[in-house]
C-alpha cells in the first residue's frame, strides 16, 4: 500500500512490534501494510547524517493535507500497521473547530472526557482512546480559565506561557498551553513518571462571521478544548558500580 490515503492527524509511528512486522515481510519479499520505508544503505553517507536521503519517506504530509478527507468511525478506523493518530498542531484546530460546529470529523477517534475533574492522569478513562503512539492520549474536554487546576489527587499547573498556532498562511487559527500535574503526595507518583497535557483552543479568527452567527458556537469555543495528554517515563539514573569487587582483589592480593 504506497499511499493509505488516510485522514489528517495520522503519522507513521511504528512502535518496536510494527517495526519487526515490516522487517520481517521485508525479508521474506512479502507484500507490507504500507510501502513507504525506502532502502538506504545509511551508514555509507558519510559522517553527517544530513547525507541520509531523509526526504525519501514524506509520510508525515498525510497529517496536513485537509484535501480529500476520508471519514472513519471510532470502531473502525481501517489504519495500516505502524500508523498512529498524532495530529499536528495545525490538525488538531482542524478537529476542535469541526467538533465545535457539530461536523463530521476526519476520523471519529477522540473521545470527550472531562479530563480536569479526574482525581490524576491515572484516574482519566485512557483506555477510551485507542489509536495513538506510546503514552499519548487525545480528548475533548471542557476548559477551565485557572492557571493551576486542584484535583482530588493534586493538581494541574501551567508551565509557561500560551502560545499561538498559525496556519500554513500566517493566520492566528489557535492556542496551546502546556500544564504539569503535580501529586498532593509524592508517594502517589508512580517512580519515573511525568504527566503533562498540551491543551488546545480555537481562535475566533479561525470561524466565519457566518458560524460565528450562533451563540451555541461562540459558548464552545470559549469552553470546549482538546487535550493532549502526555506520559513521559524518565530513565532511571545508572547506580554508580560499588567498590567490593575491587575491595576483594585487594584482600586477595595482601593475602
Not at 492520549?137 to 494541574?156: D, M, P, V, Y
Not at 499547573?157 to 496556519?167: A, C, F, K, R, S
Request: hydrophobic share 30%.
Amino acid at each position: 500500500m504506497a499511499n493509505p490515503g488516510l485522514p489528517i492527524g495520522y503519522v507513521f509511528s511504528p512502535s518496536e512490534e510494527d517495526s519487526m512486522e515490516y522487517l520481517k515481510r521485508k525479508i521474506l519479499n512479502q507484500v507490507l501494510p504500507s510501502d513507504v520505508i525506502p532502502t538506504a544503505d545509511v551508514y555509507s553517507c558519510g559522517a553527517n547524517p544530513r547525507q541520509i536521503p531523509l526526504t525519501s519517506i514524506c509520510v508525515n504530509s498525510l497529517t496536513t493535507c485537509c484535501s480529500n478527507w476520508q471519514v472513519h468511525t471510532m470502531a473502525n478506523p481501517s489504519v495500516p500497521i505502524g500508523y498512529k493518530f498524532s495530529p499536528s498542531e495545525e490538525a488538531s484546530m482542524v478537529y476542535l473547530k469541526r467538533k465545535i460546529l457539530n461536523l463530521e470529523l476526519p476520523s471519529d477517534v477522540i473521545p470527550t472526557v472531562d479530563v480536569y475533574s479526574c482525581a490524576d492522569p491515572r484516574q482519566i478513562p485512557l483506555s477510551e482512546f485507542k489509536h495513538g503512539p506510546k503514552n499519548e492520549w487525545h480528548f475533548f474536554s471542557n476548559k477551565r480559565e485557572e492557571n493551576l487546576i486542584k484535583t482530588t489527587n493534586g493538581h494541574w499547573e501551567e508551565n509557561g506561557e500560551e502560545d499561538e498556532i498559525e496556519d500554513g498562511d500566517g493566520g492566528s487559527i489557535g492556542f496551546v498551553r502546556i500544564l504539569d500535574f503535580h501529586y498532593s503526595n509524592p508517594k502517589d507518583a508512580e517512580e519515573g513518571e511525568e504527566w503533562y497535557i498540551q491543551e488546545y483552543r480555537v481562535s475566533p479568527a479561525y470561524f466565519t462571521a457566518d458560524e460565528l452567527v450562533d451563540d451555541s458556537v461562540k459558548e464552545k469555543i470559549s469552553n470546549f478544548v482538546l487535550c493532549k495528554i502526555v506520559c513521559e517515563e524518565q530513565i532511571p539514573t545508572p547506580k554508580p558500580p560499588t567498590n567490593s569487587s575491587s575491595d576483594d582483589d585487594m584482600a586477595d592480593d595482601e593475602e
